[in-house]
């Protein structure tokens, strides 16, 4: 049988061939392998934050009736939720919820992470706004009708950082119905803002729904305390002496021509002026008033 070997071995066919070889090296057949990639979801601004609840959503079921919905975030991250729920006893009540940063309750919030509060038993409460002091405390602002009552007044209440009533607050919340300057109506309080010398300012409207039905700006300021700042609004002078209200009524019919009008919202400038926005009806819609 003819053997192979024996004869590239007697040709000098093996050495030719590594002769070769390192004479005219083969070119490499190194090809780079593509690594499998891992099924993930790449995020892009906007894409829900799938680090948060489930899927970046968090649904609340633990009062029915849900209204509103305010939101507060605290330096350590968590977030609170202020809004109104219903029930047939107690009716309308404001309702705070507190949530860690991944979306689950803080249960070392009030009860189970949930506080309600009815104002007076048997109100009708309704939550608007949040705002948190940078001592932790959290106030909560909106309005509230007592039962029986013809009228709605504004209500602040203030929460210590675990959830109960602060009674440094002139008892743990504030009511003002505005009458002192504006008679006889509705007020409601729709947006918050501190000052840096933790003074209050509250800003929303004032409605006088059973006589002429004017609408206006109603703008308050509270001391840290939750009394009325009477260094600020509506000045009334008896005899030698002059006091404020801590309160002011902005009607706009003097530039629009209308008597409904309403403040949304409310922000403080670093020079302390204080700006108010919402809608005047009977114009384009928007209202800006600077105090």
Known sequence: MFNWTKWRKSTGKFSHRKVHRQDHPRQSSFRPRLELLEKR??????????????HGIVLDSTFPYPRGGAVGLQTDGKILVAGTTYSPTTRYDFVLERFNSDGSPDTSFGS????RTDLVSGSNDEANCIAIQSDGRILVAGSSQLAGATYVSSAIVRYNA???LDTTFDGGMVFNNFADVGGAGDAEIKSIALQP????????DFFRRLTTRDREF??????????????????????????????????FSFSSGTHDAGANSVAIQSD???VAAGFALGT????????
């Open 218 to 251: 109603a703008l308050a300021r509270y001391n840290p305390d939750g009394t009325l700042d009477t260094t600020f609004g509506t000045q009334f002078s008896i005899g030698p002496f002059t006091i404020g209200t801590g309160e002011v009524l902005t009607d």
């Open 41 to 54: 979801e790449l995020l892009y601004a906007g894409a829900l934050d799938q680090s948060f609840g489930v």
């Open 284 to 291: 384009s819609g928007f209202a800006l008033a600077r105090y």
């Open 112 to 115: 189970a992470g949930t506080v």
């Open 197 to 204: 010398d933790g003074e209050i300012v509250a800003a929303g």
């Open 272 to 274: 302390g002026r204080i």
């Open 162 to 164: 675990d959830g109960t």
